[in-house]
C-alpha cells in the first residue's frame, strides 16, 4: 500500500502562484507513475500533469502548460505541482496520485489517492 497527503492548497488571486506537494509514505519503491488530477465542482477529475518515476518524464495538460511544472524529490518522498499564472478556472480540488505500473494520463491507470487539497483562485 502507499499513502499519498497532499498540502498547499489555498485562497489565491488571479495570477499568483501557489506550490502544492504531496508526501508519498509505505511501498513507495512500488510507484512507477504520479500525477496530479484536479475536479472542480459538478466536473469529472481531469488529469493535469504526470511523472514518470523510472526516466522523469512529464506529461501535461494543454490547459497548464508552460504555467505548472510537475517534479518530485525522490529523497523526501515527495511530488511537487508547482502553479505559476493561476486563473479562476484552476479552481479545483487538486489530487495527488501514484501508479503501480506506468505514469498515464487517465484516472484509471492510478492506484492510490490522496484526499485532495483545495485550490481557489479569486478574479
Known sequence: QVQLVE????????????RLSCAASGRTFSIQGMGWFRQAPGKER???????TNDGTTVYADSVKG???????YAKNMLYLQMNSLQPEDTAVYY???????????TSWYDYWGQGTQVTVSS
Open 96 to 106: 495527488c496520485a501514484a501508479s503501480g505500473s506506468t505514469m498515464g494520463t487517465s
Open 7 to 18: 498540502s498547499g492548497g489555498g485562497l489565491v488571486q488571479a495570477g499568483d502562484s501557489l
Open 46 to 52: 481531469e488529469f493535469v500533469a504526470g511523472f514518470n
Open 67 to 73: 504555467r505548472f511544472t510537475i517534479f518530485r524529490d
